[in-house]
């Protein structure tokens, strides 16, 4: 299961953000870097010691991801939580055998790495012991993985895509000290946490809420045997404010609002971070009071967000590169290259190296992926014909190559993953005139009224064999638009559910502006940060059911500090009950 | 003694048999407490809401509440190799609240009604703290009214009724210490867990090197709807040392010094530090040399206190815990002592208490040191073994069959568990004790008398009491000889009562900051016999290639 989410832990969302160009700290050679020459080092070490052995390996990597990550964590306009951590972390990967057939094959892909942490400090002696450790260690896995894998192959029947385990790819060389950010100090991190979480604490109906800021830096080392050497930088600071309520019925009613940006400079202003959390406030008001939606199955607009999110989740999983072969994978998109999967008016692509987009950062920017590729821009869907898939250096029937997508989180084994997922259409209408289109819709199909999904908190999508091919996006902002010129209605509680191929295919029309929704996505190599762009698109169809919530009554006493009618209480301070 | 103890039992007993009716205000009014301390206010204030309004219509109101707020500074740093892997310090107060419904005879303490958890702020501002008490008391309430349905659902599947309560009256208890801080400078403890762990230089055999240090301070808050309010701060250090290797034949080696005190400056100094590492890496070196194991012993072993201390916690500390059964077991505890209570335990000659009321013993601090548990009852000694014989359960409010009420020992596992039975300090006593020497003489006497060339001396157990520095004491000429890749076959609680023939004149003070600070104090012992054997391990082989050679220095 692949999620996508906006729980305030661990996703996010753009803000509008001011381009401002990077901050250049310092600039150096690698030749002075004691970190990458002990890397490379260790690793030519470790290469001609381990040719010695049967089996040997035939490639080895080294990945060091150095991270200083603060976060901040207020409720209530309180501090909860503050640390500031850094930490070098260490991929050692290790192939045994040949391209052809190797350690990793089929569920061995675990087998070729092994993790650990490196000393903070530029000690070479230190660094190369902890490396050496790793890396006999996780030689004795991968030899051992390929015996197993070896014996498998020949015990059972010949697989459907006989591609190699690993692809050729040029080796890079590629330097880049920038520091794209100066790090806030932590108290200005704590002072944005409690100042967000204080927006909402005077609200009686908003029963938790918190605020997590999180200003993360990391510079990726790169080795490998074939002769890459890397080094790029990365940093993102967010904002994450989650609030909470509860309706009568007892269906927990939450928003999210995040603000993210390549620094703290490049954040929208106070006043403005102030309104979207007043929104916040109004809309979980509004949703408390909304009537709980009915199953539905008829014309919808989905806002740019909306169909952003959308789109990650039931086409963008399974256009993962890996996930086309594997005898478990479902392999929606398999043998669909070349033909019509979208009507023919819609594109995606997926291009990491686009930094910015309408003047937003975009959260899936990267410049190398974590195999040490250089990031491309991939037309995955030209006019709704398939045309190929986000590739890591894991081959598949007809695409032998990685084209950049192979992504992972410090400690996991890269997979083909999204980075900025873009939709494009060549069939729009102003977006504003879209809700009229959805009218003339309703109409048409002769039912009571269509559905405006606003903002969507996330989704997840299935792509294993052994479940339904299906996906759920979770919706917050839900509308019924009537024909009769009736004001729209909120409604509560609605989930979209469907099958991919049937749902994309529903699409009718889009509107003219491109939205974007940054978020963090897991899979099986982590979490990755991704972005999703895409206009308003208005479908024929859309299917929701009811979602399923607890019967939990709301809070039995008011609040501290205010009386059961909702009003501040006099005594606002404790002390004596 | 007993007998006192049969009086309160009784009188205890009566009085719980008169408080079934559940309504708050059974137990005589508890003097007005004030405080100025903010956590306090905050508990106070939630205290009296949820005391006066807290009640779903038609269902039962609670009869007691509690909130416990754990205050957790820590600070933690690693190096390995000579260099810090990591420095980090981290502050955060956990909230847990229990409601519970019903009576003390029969409650809602039950699965999903054993409280809740929630993360309270750092800052002294008491709206914000109470609003954290506030959703978590109604999520506890709510979580306990239906928990108390499901255990009487399931109660009516047993034939048994329950015949013990299910919680125990305790005497409201005001107890207010001072907060325990954190203040250090990091700077040199980092360069001795760097200087140390630089030692795998004087060693090339030596694979990993590593120091850790754990610095924490826990500032306890406890209230309690019966009025019970307690206030107690703690300071646990830990500093840790550990290395390993692989001798010839590529069995892996590995030994390990930890230092733990309850005052920064009773740590050692970094010289210390750095001799004590020497001296563990020297061990390493005698252990490579040293020979195998042979495959069969059986015969007398002598324990150091060291090694003692750690088998008396296993088989004793764990079986001493009036942990209650799952619901509908009939027996007394969950432990292999349930049903030993008054029977002999152990050899005659030993007695054991625990007493949480010592701050010192031989003048070592003890870490189980405490003067009220964690809910809120005044720690006591408690008799538990009195020559031989089993005659006490550590207790806290949970009772088990004849043991009514709370001896002071509920206490919880940091951070978040709620408190249950557990040890303070174990002090094994023995009334018969023989010198270092006349152990030694009498461990050769016993393996000549059994034509034995040897007989086995335990310096120190590594985990699962696996001996880390074991001997070979020969009977012909009193030499100790290392060997290495031993376990032993049937070291459990029926081979302490059965086997162990003496006990020593000394005492090691072991204390244990793993989950609860504890302290065990026990003496030397010999068993008169004990099986001995060779390791099943599975070697690893030796590395593949050779430790990188040190760079030149520039």
Redesign the interface.
Known sequence: MKWFRSSALICVLAASVVPVAATQEHSSSTKNDILISTMQRELDRARSELQKHDPAPYFMSYSVYDQTVGMAIAGQGSLMNSTRTRRRSADVIMRVGAPALDNTHEENRVSALSSGTLPLADDPDAIAHVLWRLTYGEYRKASRAYLNVKTKTQVNAKEEDTSPDFSQETPQEHADYHSPATAPEQARLEKIARQCSGYLSKYPYIYSSIAIVTDQSSRFHFVSSEGTDVITPSATIRIAIEAETRADDGMDLMRVETFQAASLDHLPPDSEIAARVEKMATDLKNLRAAPVAEPFDGPALLSGRASAVFFHEVLGHRIEGHRQRGENEGQTFTKKVDQLVLPEFLSVTDDPTLRKLNGVDLGGWYTYDDEGVPASRVEVVKDGVLKTFLMSRIPVKNFGKSNGHGRSQPGAMPVGRQGNLIVSSTHTTKTEDLRQKLIDEVKKQGKPYGLYFDDIQGGFTLTQRSAPQSFQVLPIMVWRVYPDGRPDELVRGVDIVGTPLAAMNRILLTGDQTEIFNGICGAESGSVPVSAAAPAMLFSEIEVQKRSHSLNRPPILPPPGFDASGSPSPAKAGGQP | MIGRFATSTRLLVLLSALLLTPAFGQQPAPAPF?TDD?VL??M???????K?????EDMSAPYYIDYRVMDIDEYNAE???????????????FLRVVVRVGSYKQDSYFGQGEGVMD?????N???????????AT?RA??AATEALTAKQAQLKQYTVDQPVDDFAVAPPLQSIAPLAKLEFDSKPWLKTLEDATAL??TDPEI??LDSSLKFQVVNNYFMNSEGTVVRNGQLLASLNISASTQAADAMELDRSHGYSVVDLKNLPTADKVLARTRKLLDSLKDLRAATLVDEDYRGPVLFSADASSDVFADFVGENVLGLKPDLGQPARTKGAWASSYKTRVLPDFFSVVDDPTLATFDGKTLMGHYDVDDEGVKAVRVSLIENGKLVNYLLGRQPIRDFPASNGHGRARIPTNNPGPSLGSLIVRSSETLSREELKKKLIDLCQQRDLPYGYYVETLGPRRAPRLLYKVWVIDGREELVRGAVFGDLDARSLRNDVVAAGDDVNVDNLTMNIPHSVVAPSILFDELEVKRANTNK??L???P??A??PKK
């Open positions: 004030t903010p206010q905050a106070q204030a939630e205290m009296g809401r949820s006066a309004h807290l009640k779903l190096a390995a190799f000579g260099a810090v892997r990591s420095d980090v310090r981290t502050r955060i107060r993360v309270v702020p750092l800052e501002d008491v709206l914000a703290m109470r609003h954290q008490f506030w959703l109604d309430y709510k795998y230089t694979q990993s690893n082989k590395p593949e290639y430790a990188p040190a760079q």
